[in-house]
């Protein structure tokens, strides 16, 4: 897990983080790569598309935090050292879920970057044949196809689930992720504007849960824990997942274009309906809102709109207020945290992450 650069002794803070981080990545990847492999050797299709599509799979899963799978792996380790095999399968397939929903968000946001690389689809349109007259349509129709790919293949792992329950789990929460994606869609299709409210519930289900809520639930569940702690643990992610987005809103508006690996601006050019955004409305003059609505969904906003944006967020403390609201996320994390008996170590571990999910710059 990357550690902001201008945090001082944040790294020196995130120790026990940082290792189990260093231990359990590689492992997570060494499985996914064996998986993958594995496929292609099964494969009888004789379609070329097909391991071009899981050799794509592994170079863009292992170039992520791979934070779900890591989640999965902590909360099961945590309970229970039984179960290190089903667990790190569960944790392989998350990552493949969502590498599947990146490839998927990134047409929707039409962002050709991520991570300092191409997207999948910007990876497909520039190998377009000469032949093919709209290259963008083509690389973002075989990204989706990809995309699919990932989900059948995590959906195959988690049926090898000694728990019946994993795979239901799994899909429903999927679903509810899809179902925000379209409302976030929607919104920054129209004028409306949400209240914060409404936002916080999107965060909620098309972020938090899957990001947090899940893994943390499946780490529980292969562990063999009861109702109660699984539930804590939802209500812990939930918490920590709704911070995670607003953290991710406030690096993609007012990040380093360089630390973060992508385009800053893309959610103006895509109208999203941000916390930022709607805290921001509520305080505009009738003429800064004139000037706001030329900029957002505008696909050719400038460098100097941007910086309208940030003078006018910097105008109106909205980052003061978001900070307040993920301040206190963050203290009803503890709050799940020490409702939920687990061994010092692993309790240490949690209480830095929910600082460096505080904290983040990238």
């Given at each position: 897990m990357s550690i902001p650069k201008d945090k001082g002794d944040l790294e020196i803070r995130m120790k026990k983080l940082l290792e189990f981080s260093k231990i359990n990545k590689p492992i997570i990847t060494s499985e996914l790569k064996s998986f993958l492999d594995r496929k292609i050797k099964e494969d009888k299709s004789d379609i070329p598309f097909y391991k071009t599509s899981v050799n794509k799979l592994v170079d863009f899963a292992i170039n992520g935090k791979m934070l779900r799978g890591l989640l999965v792996i902590l909360t099961s380790e945590m309970f229970s050292k039984e179960n290190k095999k089903e667990a790190l399968r569960a944790a392989v397939a998350v990552e493949l879920i969502h590498s599947a929903l990146l490839i998927q968000d990134d047409i929707?946001?039409?962002d050709f970057t991520r991570?300092?690389?191409?997207?999948?689809?910007?990876?497909f349109q520039n190998e377009a044949n000469n032949s093919v007259e709209d290259k963008l349509f083509y690389g973002q129709s075989i990204a989706i196809c990809v995309a699919d790919v990932a989900i059948f293949l995590a959906l195959e792992l988690l049926s090898e689930s000694d728990n019946?329950?994993?795979?239901?789990?799994?899909?429903?929460?999927?679903?509810?992720?899809?179902?925000?994606?379209?409302?976030?869609?929607?919104?920054?299709?129209?004028?409306?504007e949400p209240n914060s409210k409404e936002i916080l519930n999107m965060?909620?289900?098309?972020?938090?849960r899957y990001t947090f809520s899940l893994p943390l639930k499946l780490g529980a569940l292969i562990a063999g824990r009861s109702n109660g702690t699984v539930e804590e643990l939802e209500k812990l992610g939930e918490n920590l997942g709704i911070v995670f987005?607003?953290?991710?809103?406030?690096?993609?508006?007012?990040?380093?274009?360089?630390?973060i690996g992508k385009p800053v601006g893309s959610d103006i050019r895509q109208n999203k309906k941000t916390l930022f955004r709607a805290l921001l409305y509520q305080k505009i003059t009738t003429k800064e809102k004139e000037i706001l609505n030329e900029i957002f969904g505008n696909n050719h906003v400038t460098h100097t709109d941007?910086?309208?944006?940030?003078?006018?967020?910097?105008?109106y403390n909205v980052?003061?207020?978001?900070?307040?609201?993920v301040y206190d996320l963050s203290q009803k994390a503890h709050e799940n945290l020490e409702r939920i008996n687990i061994p010092e170590n692993y309790r240490e571990i949690f209480e830095e992450l929910i600082e460096y999910n505080l904290t983040r710059a990238s």
């Amino acid at each position: 897990m990357s550690i902001p650069k201008d945090k001082g002794d944040l790294e020196i803070r995130m120790k026990k983080l940082l290792e189990f981080s260093k231990i359990n990545k590689p492992i997570i990847t060494s499985e996914l790569k064996s998986f993958l492999d594995r496929k292609i050797k099964e494969d009888k299709s004789d379609i070329p598309f097909y391991k071009t599509s899981v050799n794509k799979l592994v170079d863009f899963a292992i170039n992520g935090k791979m934070l779900r799978g890591l989640l999965v792996i902590l909360t099961s380790e945590m309970f229970s050292k039984e179960n290190k095999k089903e667990a790190l399968r569960a944790a392989v397939a998350v990552e493949l879920i969502h590498s599947a929903l990146l490839i998927q968000d990134d047409i929707i946001d039409k962002d050709f970057t991520r991570r300092g690389r191409k997207t999948i689809f910007a990876q497909f349109q520039n190998e377009a044949n000469n032949s093919v007259e709209d290259k963008l349509f083509y690389g973002q129709s075989i990204a989706i196809c990809v995309a699919d790919v990932a989900i059948f293949l995590a959906l195959e792992l988690l049926s090898e689930s000694d728990n019946s329950e994993v795979i239901k789990i799994v899909s429903r929460e999927i679903q509810r992720v899809a179902a925000a994606e379209m409302l976030d869609f929607h919104w920054g299709s129209i004028n409306d504007e949400p209240n914060s409210k409404e936002i916080l519930n999107m965060y909620k289900n098309k972020s938090a849960r899957y990001t947090f809520s899940l893994p943390l639930k499946l780490g529980a569940l292969i562990a063999g824990r009861s109702n109660g702690t699984v539930e804590e643990l939802e209500k812990l992610g939930e918490n920590l997942g709704i911070v995670f987005q607003i953290k991710d809103d406030e690096i993609g508006l007012l990040g380093d274009e360089m630390e973060i690996g992508k385009p800053v601006g893309s959610d103006i050019r895509q109208n999203k309906k941000t916390l930022f955004r709607a805290l921001l409305y509520q305080k505009i003059t009738t003429k800064e809102k004139e000037i706001l609505n030329e900029i957002f969904g505008n696909n050719h906003v400038t460098h100097t709109d941007i910086e309208k944006v940030k003078e006018l967020i910097e105008k109106y403390n909205v980052k003061e207020r978001t900070d307040k609201m993920v301040y206190d996320l963050s203290q009803k994390a503890h709050e799940n945290l020490e409702r939920i008996n687990i061994p010092e170590n692993y309790r240490e571990i949690f209480e830095e992450l929910i600082e460096y999910n505080l904290t983040r710059a990238s």
